[in-house]
């Protein structure tokens, strides 16, 4: 009987994602697969019509609350970032597979015209191009190579110089993909085959050329390195990581002196700023008011705070929350077809189909009319790790306000997270905050009129 009422400790994940010998000393894993918790293959199977088209409010919720089997981890995730529309049928998801498969070959043999070792197998951890587009001699390293190997010039009777800046940017960037490369999950036995390192560095240097608005930015095999675990065919794992990067890129854009990021780290100081002014102001008095020592959670987001498994809980959890049905279309360059219904009115089943800060930030959002002026209170939605990190904040915020006396403290406070993390309690407090901030913006915007015609 005893055996019965016993609450089910859950299996654990690191059968799906094994660690190499030697390297037990990271971060553990607190995610469990827990039956009736966590979404299975069976409850996602069964959400489907006999067509295939998905009634994604079955999973949302279940994702949140359990996160998802990892046998069908994939397929899921390819779904939540916009790949497919979730109102689709099998073969119309297999058409636009297969046609983005084909896309993904004409892209990488373009890269493997311009630099061969693209698609080879291999991958490369020294220079091969100057930035002034003088080409360097055999690049090409193996895992056996010593990358620290001190490049040779080619001489000008054996290669031209390259005159193309597209191209020369872009080769510029692809050593630094592979030193990334081989220090990205390497506790993992997954990446002790050089064929998954260099497929890991095929999509990165491929996502280099086909976004040069961007490029490669350091953490960017952070953000890939699941997708390649979790899909086997390369040209999948592109895609579903190009998905990712239509939310995060704006992240890794540099324009002169300045990286995107800052903008969501802006953001993070207004919102702390709002739901907790004392801790805002003694950062501030700290001189961290640039809330700088929180680059690296929202650029990789928390990748280095968790261990592998509990960072694809949290990732999940996050996309089930903020997902909008309406994705694919957007990212296809088609319109919101709910966008009517922005101005209040979804049906309660349509409502379902949203996440639940996705919801909430409709119904912010729903306060204005359109064609008028926004309402009092009514702000642009941030991302919800923006308030991931304000919660991280808020949960050490009593250390930070009596321990802290320079910046080195605060990293040093949340520094410690790394394997005490945790990923749901996180995630329950960032949309806490998130609740709390769009209260007191409402009741802020609606002061400041009061006071100015109380002044004049």
Not at 31 to 56: H, N, P, Y
Not at 256 to 281: C, F, I, M, Y
Not at 302 to 326: C, I, K, Q, T, V
């Amino acid at each position: 009987m005893m055996n019965i009422l016993r609450k089910d400790p859950g299996l654990p994940t690191d059968s799906f994602y094994e660690v190499r010998a030697g390297f037990s000393d990271g971060p553990k894993t607190n995610f469990r697969i827990k039956a009736g918790k966590t979404l299975s293959e069976k409850r996602w199977r069964a959400s489907f019509t006999d067509e295939g088209c998905l009634d994604i409010g079955k999973c949302l919720s279940r994702i949140y609350h359990g996160g998802i089997h990892p046998s069908i981890r994939g397929e899921v995730w390819e779904i939540l970032l916009g790949c497919y529309d979730h109102k689709s049928t099998f073969e119309e998801r297999e058409q636009i597979r297969q046609r983005r498969r084909e896309q993904y070959a004409e892209l990488k043999e373009s890269c493997s015209r311009m630099f061969p070792t693209v698609g080879s197998g291999k991958f490369i951890t020294a220079r091969v191009i100057t930035a002034n587009g003088d080409l360097i001699q055999d690049p090409n390293v193996d895992l056996g190579t010593n990358p620290e190997k001190p490049p040779t010039l080619q001489s000008e009777e054996t290669v031209a110089r390259e005159h193309d800046k597209e191209i020369i940017q872009w080769k510029l960037a692809l050593h630094q993909i592979g030193l990334d490369v081989v220090r990205t999950d390497r506790t993992l036995m997954f990446y002790e085959k050089q064929e998954n390192l260099a497929k890991l560095w095929d999509i990165l240097a491929v996502y280099a050329w086909f976004d040069k608005d961007v490029g490669y930015g350091q953490g960017m095999s952070d953000l890939c390195s699941p997708m390649i675990m979790l899909l086997e065919d390369e040209a999948d794992a592109f895609w579903c990581f190009e998905r990712l990067m239509r939310r995060l890129r704006g992240n890794f854009r540099c324009t002169g002196n300045s990286v995107g990021v800052e903008t969501q780290l802006d953001s993070l100081a207004n919102v702390t700023q709002v739901v907790d002014p004392k801790l805002h102001r003694h950062l501030e008095h700290l001189g961290g008011g640039g809330y700088l020592f929180a680059f690296r959670m929202l650029m990789v987001l928390f990748r280095r705070e968790l261990s592998f498994g509990d960072s694809l809980y949290l990732w999940e959890m996050m996309w089930a929350l903020e997902y909008n049905p309406e994705l694919f279309s957007l990212y296809e360059g088609g319109d919101e077809t709910n966008s009517k219904s922005d101005t209040l009115r979804l049906k309660r089943k349509a409502i379902r189909q949203y996440g639940k800060y996705e919801r909430a930030n409709r119904r912010n959002r729903a306060r204005v009319k359109p064609g008028s002026e926004p309402e009092p209170g009514s702000v642009s939605p941030l991302p919800i790790s923006v308030f991931l990190v304000a919660s991280v904040l808020k949960d050490r915020s009593d250390k930070l306000l009596t321990e802290a006396r320079g910046l080195d403290d605060v990293v040093k406070i949340l520094n410690d997270i790394s394997g005490n993390m945790d990923a749901k309690k996180t995630c329950t407090g960032a949309m806490k905050i998130h609740k709390k901030y769009l209260k007191r913006q409402k009741r802020h915007s609606f002061q400041i009129p009061w006071l100015v015609s109380n002044a004049s």
